[in-house]
């Protein structure tokens, strides 16, 4: 079963690619924890990003690539910006950018929107390696069939 996104989260299956990929990282503490996140496919999908629409929920962001720049006007509430570079790793975080702003990261190479103070609560920080997963790949190693006699 693919989960679906909540309507108020403003991203979704229907423009952002699939509903079951995950971020995975070494939050606080150094325990595994993860985001769900949407890619932006497409020039027009990246370039529009989270313009008029409602901002992520809880445990959502939306996944920007290629991204070095990000500018915040048409979004309806502030965000916070990970930029991470070509190696899955955060560079930078800015946090709680307001509307009608712009926001550069010389060598970064992505960029992860999440609604503000989400990277805090989740325990994002700069350095932390970001991994993809899809769902049905953890289902896989958790239910995978016992061999053998």
């Given at each position: ?10 991203i ?6 699939p ?9 606080r ?6 985001i769900?996140?949407?890619?932006a496919a497409g ?6 990003g989270?313009?008029a ?13 290629p ?12 965000l ?18 307001p ?7 010389v060598?970064?190479h ?9 990277a805090a609560r ?11 997963r ?12 016992v061999?053998?006699?």
């Amino acid at each position: 079963m693919l989960h679906r996104a909540r309507p108020e989260s403003g991203i979704g299956p229907h423009d952002r690619g699939p509903t079951d990929e995950w971020l995975e990282f070494a939050g606080r503490d150094g325990v595994c924890d993860r985001i769900r996140a949407w890619r932006a496919a497409g020039f027009v999908a990246r370039l529009r990003g989270l313009v008029a629409r409602p901002l992520p929920g809880p445990g959502t962001a939306l996944w920007i690539e290629p991204c070095a720049a990000v500018h915040t006007f048409g979004v309806r509430g502030a965000l916070d910006l990970v930029f991470v570079s070509t190696c899955m790793v955060v560079q930078r975080i800015d946090v709680a950018v307001p509307t009608r702003r712009v926001r550069i990261a010389v060598g970064a190479h992505a960029v992860l929107e999440l609604r503000a103070g989400e990277a805090a609560r989740v325990g994002l920080r700069v350095g932390a390696r970001l991994a993809w997963r899809r769902r049905d790949d953890a289902l896989a190693i958790r239910y995978s069939p016992v061999r053998g006699g």
